[in-house]
């Protein structure tokens, strides 16, 4: 009789111990940092070690490939990753969720979630780059300068680099899409016959159905936090390999066309527009 008391006892022990360290964990969560005006004491100065990964240079372009269909600015129930404010704050849980929980060390469901496109492709060096930005301070860097006018050819180059990041996970390596889910960008004749119908998703994302090839598709495209520079570059690199037409996209038509005032066809309504922070 003794000894069951005993052990009901340190059991609540145990139990109410758990809950105080648990309370004092959340009240821990660091605050994120103001959307106004500069980046307060909450966010880490920028880091200059190229070694080092930075938000900006390296773990924005996997989170834009790997988890923006679901952490995106136009979610209302997930954070949105790809903002650094954002992201900043939920780093520790980022750290966990994509590598300890894939590693068997933490109880939640490791991420990218279920069976999904970006589970599939996400490797363990993506996964160890996303660890190692939170153990270094989760850095926010600065983006990739994009320099002076580009050759076509250049600009090819560095559209490789984003499509293999952001656009395979969906669109498959080849550009061959998935049947039923994501529309093929090879040989796409919705692709191949309107450029500024191209920048426009690009910059304001797509939802609802699509003809591709004959094919209806009905799915979401979110809009990513994607320079002028970036869109070109991985525009004209989609233009110019998988049988498709060959055409330029520069800065400057893209540029044009964010400015324009953009009501999506499906809804009737204008977009919701935000400041983009490579503007």
Same mark, same amino acid.
């Not at 395979?168 to 016959?193: E, F, R």
């Given at each position: ?7 009901? &006892? ?24 103001? $959307? ?49 404010? &954002? ?40 996964? $160890? ?16 300068? $994009?320099?002076?006018?580009? &050759? ?128």
């Amino acid at each position: 009789m003794f000894t069951s008391q005993v052990l009901k &006892t340190n059991l609540v022990a145990v139990v109410l111990g758990f809950f105080v360290v648990s309370v004092a964990a959340v009240h821990a969560q660091p605050t994120a940092p103001s $959307a106004a005006g500069g980046l307060e004491a909450a966010v880490p100065p920028t880091s200059e070690v190229s070694t080092n990964p930075t938000f900006l240079r390296d773990v924005q372009p996997l989170i834009l490939g790997k988890c923006a269909r679901c952490h995106n600015s136009e979610g209302s129930f997930l954070p949105d990753w790809t903002d650094y404010k &954002t992201a900043y704050v939920h780093r520790e849980e980022i750290k966990r969720r994509v590598w300890d929980s894939w590693k068997g060390q933490y109880f939640k469901q490791a991420m990218p979630a279920g069976n999904c496109q970006e589970c599939q492709t996400i490797t363990e060096a993506d996964r $160890a780059l996303f660890r190692a930005w939170v153990d270094s301070g989760a850095p926010l860097g600065t983006a990739p300068e $994009a320099g002076g006018p580009k &050759t076509k050819a250049e600009r090819i180059q560095l559209g490789r680099r984003l499509f293999v990041t952001m656009c395979a996970t969906c669109h498959q390596t080849a550009g061959q899409g998935i049947a039923n889910k994501y529309p093929p960008l090879a040989g796409s004749d919705y692709l191949n016959a309107d450029k500024q119908q191209a920048i426009r998703i690009l910059i304001h994302g797509k939802q609802g159905e699509l003809v591709v090839n004959g094919q209806k598709y009905d799915n979401v495209m979110p809009a990513f936090p994607l320079s002028n520079e970036d869109i070109a570059n991985a525009l004209t690199y989609t233009y110019n390999n998988f049988g498709n037409s060959g055409k330029e996209v520069t800065p400057e038509e893209v540029k044009a066309l964010r400015a324009e005032k953009y009501t999506p066809a499906n809804t009737g309504k204008p977009a919701k527009t935000s400041p983009n922070q490579f503007e």
